[in-house]
């Protein structure tokens, strides 16, 4: 009896060590096999990982557990996530044209240039026009008269004040969030106020310029070699009054982009996925899909594809837009698209059900995809499909989709292997930057005390192979970032100086 | 091109409806075949369901993603909740001894009985004791002099006051959930303390009987016609200070229940799963395995199996006690396992991993499994081998594992049909009552739209068929409670009258 004790005892070990191993390979980057100086990285980064976590558990305080704004100053002082701000990591791939540079900028230097003026709505929201000369007058019930900054600023007993409170117009933060924003309707309207008002600064021809630079900076210094910006493409406007479209815009784009990949070794590019807002007809929808395809005809390298932006759970499905979607493929024109879709809690409603026509549509890739492991069909299909998913974590808990981190649907893929990269959606509206907040929540948050290095990896080498870089790109950008890598490998399994 | 165009289109609208199809299929309760009478009932269980979600999602208040301390009273004006309360739920597999029956029972009731002595502990809780002649004065450190509750509230200005603030030290009930219970230690603190106050309360062996009986009677209210209880079976005590051991207690239980099925049609039982506390070392878990095979042994019929309870973030590991664990196997006795596992957000964790040591060790239901859908390989082999979870909603949301339940991670296992049932674990120390409430967050909130009354079915059947009644028994619970849904589907079917 002593012996088939010990042999039960043993097979049942057996089986016990089998099935961890099994959801050790399963997990996004289990099937990673690392070098010996990863491993010893590996073993550093998971006793920090550890410590931290077993010192949340104590607490109680846990920043993926969090609010992100008041987990914010707790993750700076973070070991691991001051290891994940020098991590390499890739590409952003869900990024939004104007929430990628400090907002901070935009009040300290852009609203300081001259010939800015402002007014207020009748809700009290700032618009701003460069012009020179003045603007003609607003009419009354669209805003109040414009008055030139540089004069009113004269006036002011306390300009910082001024300043601050117009840089709390432009993000999302506040310190009782909770209170703030009661549901996520009160935190939505918010969110396209901001937009709403920077549009006049951001647009005006210097300052996209200049907007477009700072932000690749941003993401440059933390560790991000290559973007794909969600672009409106909105019309850009000169001093003197003069409008520019959106080839303008897409050739600005690349510019900026060449001249900072001239001054920041390594870096690789941009290209932008033309947006329009899913609020609008299906008949506009039309055009624009029609605009998509025109433009990534006349700028192949820069244009990647087409996108429909906004809330989800107020805006149209994308069923509703199929004729217009369908359009390309009719005309046997290939138009990638990377919709949004599943960025809602509204389990079997039409909003829900754009997963489903994501995945029909052939998207490339998925924007959110928080619904995505409610929705098992899609989910299989979609993975028989390689699309992967763009996980936002501190969008989808600022944006009132998810409180603590830990149960953020997509820790379920995660833990699948589902094919997903990390990215900050409008970093500067959530008081963020570039995409190491992010990978802080996806990694001690989503994936738990699991996920490594190999985790963290994959994640990296997802956001080259996802892109919409050609084969040619992806393979400098992989060899670009894999020299990247093993220099922040060497560092971390060197340990602290 | 129109031909093929028009042909794409109808491919594709095909290949949506299969996908939709496939989804419906899947999610629990999906292959069941409605009859006629069902479907209309369906019909309108939906409509009023739609309509419902419609209403929240424009005015931004929907329980399921409210606190439920804050969604009760909301819930209980719901016409969804209304016909869930008539629902014949089948049983409650998940329910602790002394959280099922009203507090406000044991205050207005319990504590008004003669001989009724109470004294408070240094931390201010209160602790009771029936004694006649009167109970020894406790030790200082331990507990103040005891006071006769009788005479005391004589002496008071406000009874009702009073009386107040016991049901208050009785649940975790409170008007700021989110501020009381800052964190998970603190709302454990409090959940332990309840237990702890009630104790010289519900031990008080003619208590004791009405309780049961009374936690019956308010399940059969709520359309539940078979409990499992976990169960500590701690000593129970007479008046004159005589203490009964476990055997007593099992007899009791067995009485009541066979009592209250001679005075309430349709009433099919209890059985217990004798429960003992995580928190305890090997050597006495050890010796609680002996007693539950023991206690099995003497009361087939009664005692179903054995579980450990607590905190599990705390507690001690599955993995700790697998030798205690394996005793009854080694010994060939058959000692069926319901363990509660996967109790947390702490992926990764030794108490993260009770959820695989509960399959290795082959647990007959897991407790909660809150945490399975993240651990893909136990997921996969737990359904293999038919291990439902119960699903408790509320107990999840109030110890604060989850705040919107739309994200409660079973959500992604009720998608898929994975076996479960619901329960509600302490519903008096939730402020809930049988299993309605629960049933609402799990249809409302876990299921979202997609939900329907095959859904609500399954999960009924569930409950008995993943019971621990015998063959025949489960037969004869299945023709009782089939009875009662024909009943119900009559009238949900014909309509308001
Ligand atoms: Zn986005
Ligand atoms: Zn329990």
Redesign the interface.
């Known amino acids: ?1 002593a012996m ?2 010990f042999h ?2 043993t097979s ?1 070990d057996e ?2 060590n089998r ?2 191993t ?2 050790k390979m ?1 997990q996004v980057g289990g099937q990673l096999v690392l070098q010996e100086e990863e491993e010893r990285a590996n073993g550093r980064l998971r006793a920090l990982k550890e410590a931290e ?1 077993q010192e949340a ?1 104590r607490t ?2 846990f920043p993926p ?1 969090l609010h992100f704004f008041q987990a914010k100053d707790l993750m700076e002082k973070s070991a691991v996530f001051n290891i994940l701000k020098k991590m390499p990591k890739g590409a952003a791939l869900h990024v939004h044209d104007f929430g990628i540079a400090s907002m901070d900028w935009l009040v300290k230097n852009a609203t300081y240039r001259p010939h800015c003026y402002f007014c207020l709505t009748p809700k009290g929201a700032p618009q701003f026009k460069f012009a020179s000369p003045p603007p003609p007058t607003p009419k009354q019930e669209e805003c109040s008269e414009w008055v030139l900054l540089e004069k009113f600023r004269k006036g002011l007993p306390n300009v910082t004040e001024f300043d601050n409170s117009l840089l709390r117009t432009f993000t999302l933060m506040t310190e009782n969030p ?1 209170e703030t924003y ?5 935190v939505w309207n918010k969110f396209k106020t901001i937009f709403f008002a920077i549009s006049g600064l951001v647009n005006y021809a210097p300052v996209f310029r200049d907007y477009i630079f700072l932000g690749l900076e941003e993401f440059y210094r933390d560790q991000v070699l290559y973007l794909e910006l969600r672009a409106m493409l909105y019309p850009v406007y000169e001093l003197n009054g003069t409008v520019h479209g959106r080839e303008w815009s897409v050739r600005t784009y690349e510019e900026a982009a060449c001249l900072f990949a001239k001054t920041h070794p390594g870096f690789i590019g941009i290209k932008l996925i033309y947006s329009d807002n899913r609020s609008k007809d299906v008949s506009l929808i039309k055009k624009s899909v029609q605009t998509a395809m025109e433009l990534r005809a006349k700028f192949p390298q820069m244009v990647a594809g087409f996108d429909l932006v906004g809330r989800e ?1 107020t805006g149209h499905p994308l069923y509703d837009y ?1 004729e217009a979607l ?1 359009i390309p ?2 005309r046997g024109v290939k138009l990638p698209y990377f919709f949004h879709a599943g960025e809602t ?5 039409s909003a ?2 754009n997963l ?2 994501a ?2 549509l052939n998207s490339t890739r998925i924007g959110h995809g928080f619904a995505l ?6 989910w299989a ?1 979609a993975w028989r499909k390689d699309i992967p998913i763009e996980v936002c974590p501190i969008s989808n808990q600022v944006l009132k ?4 981190l ?4 997509a ?2 893929l995660m ?2 292997g589902y094919p997903m990269v990390i990215s900050s959606d409008d970093p500067a509206a959530f008081g963020a930057k570039g995409l190491s907040y992010d990978f802080y929540e996806a990694f001690m948050g989503l ?5 490594d290095l190999r985790t963290l990896k994959q994640l990296a080498m997802n956001s080259i192979r996802y892109s919409a870089l050609s084969e040619t790109e992806k393979k400098v950008a992989m060899e670009t970032w894999e020299e990247r890598w093993q220099r922040f490998v060497a560092e971390l399994a060197r340990g602290p100086k």
């Open positions: 009896v088939t004790c039960l005892a049942r089986a016990r099935l961890l099994r959801e399963m976590m558990k109680g305080v557990s909770q009661a549901n996520q309707d009160m759970d199929r369908l493929a009719s809690d509204w389990q079997g409603t829900d059900r489903l026509d995945l029909i492991s409610r929705h098992p069909a899609v299909d989709l998810v409180s603590d830990r149960n953020h649907p820790a379920v833990a699948t994936g738990g005390l699991t996920a």
